[in-house]
């Protein structure tokens, strides 16, 4: 996936889908969707994960691809908890650990928190928790996107 945009500030929603998430997903999708400062769609994209995965994992893929896509001043917008609150929280923590997390246990998904710490050292992105599934256009957007890719 690459896409340059020019124009900003953006606003990235970011999704993943794991069908079948607790009896196993064998493959999902991730989706963006991309706003410009008015309110215009501009661009999406899609990803299908042709593998065992499940939804964590999916939902930091999209944070990942939703980081490259951003310029300095988007605003990146995600559904998980767990991507928005290891973002802005819990991964300095992780790095001063060794990429372990408070009670010494190794951190699920390391080589994918590396990747986001890298890229977020490399521009300035603010991240934020919005709701699923209540309607916010560029959410439902990135969730039909990521839905599509993980059936096809």
């Given at each position: ?47 299908t ?35 928005v ?39 300035y ?28």
């Amino acid at each position: 996936m690459t896409y340059l945009h020019s124009v900003t500030p953006c606003a990235i929603y970011v999704d993943g889908a794991a069908p079948n998430n607790q009896h196993g997903c064998l493959k999902g999708g991730i989706g963006i969707a991309i706003y410009n400062s008015e309110q215009q769609l501009i661009h999406t994209d899609s990803m299908t994960v042709n593998r065992p995965t499940d939804n964590a994992e999916l939902e930091l893929i999209a944070l990942i691809e939703g980081l490259e896509f951003a310029n300095d001043g988007d605003t990146l917008y995600s559904d998980s908890e767990y991507c928005v609150k290891g973002h802005n929280e819990w991964l300095e923590g992780w790095k001063a650990r060794g990429w372990r997390k408070a009670n010494g246990k190794p951190i699920a998904n390391r080589e994918l928190w590396q990747q986001v710490d890298k890229l977020r050292t490399m521009k300035y992105v603010q991240v934020m928790k919005v709701k699923a599934h209540a309607g916010i256009e560029g959410n439902e957007k990135a969730d039909e996107l990521a839905v599509f890719a993980a059936m096809n």
